[in-house]
């Protein structure tokens, strides 16, 4: 290969970690909050909320960025293909982890919020300074599973003519007729997880109480 | 001093506590008594206001529990529970255990509840373990760590659930002991116990469950 494909492939590279944070730090705030109004909130919201989480995690996401990219100017609205992007992941992340977080929401035992109550320590404190740490510590590892896996999916973007990392890879081989580019982008990829799967597990680390 | 009058409690439609009236004083241990089943847990649960009673009165002092004043929002801190199984906050050490309440609900200043918890944990002799977490503790030490964490809101009541279920003998009159001294704060103690050995030797009254549904006179 020659290396002046390395420029494209790293601006790729950039793309794909842009994308790759801005969902993540939108979508897990968003997870959290479906979780929490899917267990707290009205029965007419649980219902819409199960319905939500149904139709994301029931149908290809590749689906769901067509659809809020060439689907939605149909009707009306039209989104430039970064945000278009970014709107379709964090709708699907979000349920993902809405999911997960509700699972080790209702795995803390009652007993937890009767000795909250007992000590006076209001609802919103209590779960700030008691149970959500405890649902973080059992939820990590899930939630690190999906962070991964999220990485690898910012791949999907090329469908909206994206620059991320796979297709500047993919021009590259194309153009200098080599395998090296795709060897390549597969390095920068396990590099990327690597990182991150070593930054879960010390956190992880920190929750060992 | 703790007065409950007429309380009355249905649990899937049959009666488990009907028209009963206990008054509990300062200073005073009194242990409850009696078959499993027979509502024993359900009666310190009213008395904490985690779950609701069907009919009747409690009063502490001059503060009406039940009825609330309005509703039934209220958190009654002068009365305070130790749970069977303690529920200790895992993510917490002991001392954050302990001071986590006192600290959100700014009751005194920080300093002071350091201290507080400094001596109450130093009187249980666990003071040692005030960096260690729950699960880094035995029975008996969650137990008194469950304990200090009730008396640091420093209660009039303190209800105990079947506290000495995890102990042996010697362990057992060791928190007898305790209990002697916890209640020299004015302090008055619901317990409770299948260990009537236990029961005879450290509590100033025993009550059976079975008068949960035989109204007498007040006891
Ligand atoms: N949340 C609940 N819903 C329905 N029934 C309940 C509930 N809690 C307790 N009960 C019932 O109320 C009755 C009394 O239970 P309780 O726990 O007060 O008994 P106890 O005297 O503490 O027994 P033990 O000595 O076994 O702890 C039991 O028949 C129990 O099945
Ligand atoms: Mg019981």
């Known amino acids: ?209 | 001093m703790l007065v409950i009058e007429g309380l009355s409690k249905k649990m899937n439609g049959l009666d488990l506590i009907k028209d009963f009236s206990l008054t509990v004083q300062k200073k005073e241990i009194v242990s409850i008594v009696g078959e499993s089943g027979s509502g024993k847990t359900t009666f310190i649960r009213l008395l904490n206001q985690l779950d609701k009673p069907d009919k009747g009165q409690i009063k502490l002092d001059n503060d009406r529990l039940f009825p609330g004043q309005d509703g039934h929002k209220s958190v009654n801190k002068n009365i305070g529970m130790v749970f069977q199984d303690f529920q200790l906050f895992p993510n917490l050490t002991v001392k954050e255990n302990c001071t986590l309440s006192p600290l959100l609900n700014k009751s005194i200043r920080r300093e002071e509840i350091n201290l507080k918890a400094d001596e109450l944990l130093g009187k249980l002799d666990i003071l040692d373990k005030q960096h260690s977490y729950p699960k880094e503790l035995s029975g008996g030490q969650k137990q008194r760590v469950a304990i200090a964490r009730a008396l640091m809101l420093d209660p009039q009541i303190i209800c105990l659930d079947e506290p000495t279920s995890a102990l042996d003998y010697e362990t057992a009159d060791r928190f007898g002991e305790l209990l002697k001294s916890v209640i020299k704060n004015d302090v008055g103690i619901v317990m409770i116990t299948h260990d009537l050995r236990f029961a005879e030797k450290f509590s100033d009254r025993i009550i059976s469950s079975e008068l949960f549904l035989k109204p007498t006179s007040t006891l």
């Open chain 1, 1 to 209: 290969m020659s290396w002046s494909a390395l420029p494209s492939i790293i601006t790729g590279l950039e793309l794909t970690l842009k994308l790759f944070s801005l969902v993540l730090v939108l979508s897990l705030p968003l997870g959290l909050l479906v979780a929490v109004a899917k267990v707290y909130g009205p029965k007419f919201i649980q219902r819409l909320i199960t319905l939500y989480i149904y139709a994301m995690r029931g149908t290809p996401l590749l689906l769901q960025l067509m659809f809020v990219f060439f689907g939605l100017p149909y009707v009306g609205i039209t989104l430039d293909r970064f945000p278009a992007a970014v709107f379709a992941f964090v709708l699907n992340y979000a349920a993902y982890f809405a999911e997960i977080f509700r699972g080790g929401m209702v795995g803390v035992p009652t007993g937890q919020f009767e000795a909250m109550k007992v000590l006076g320590i209001n609802h919103f404190k209590g779960y700030r300074n008691v149970i959500f740490p405890q649902v973080l510590k059992t939820t990590l590892p899930s939630l690190g599973n999906e962070i991964l896996a999220l990485v690898k999916d910012t791949s999907l973007v090329y469908i909206l003519g994206l620059g991320e990392v796979l297709r500047a890879g993919q021009i590259a081989a194309n153009r200098y007729a080599s395998l090296i580019p795709f060897i390549f982008v597969g390095i920068l990829y396990l590099i990327v997880t690597g990182i991150i799967s070593y930054l879960l597990n010390k956190i992880e680390k920190q929750y060992q109480f």
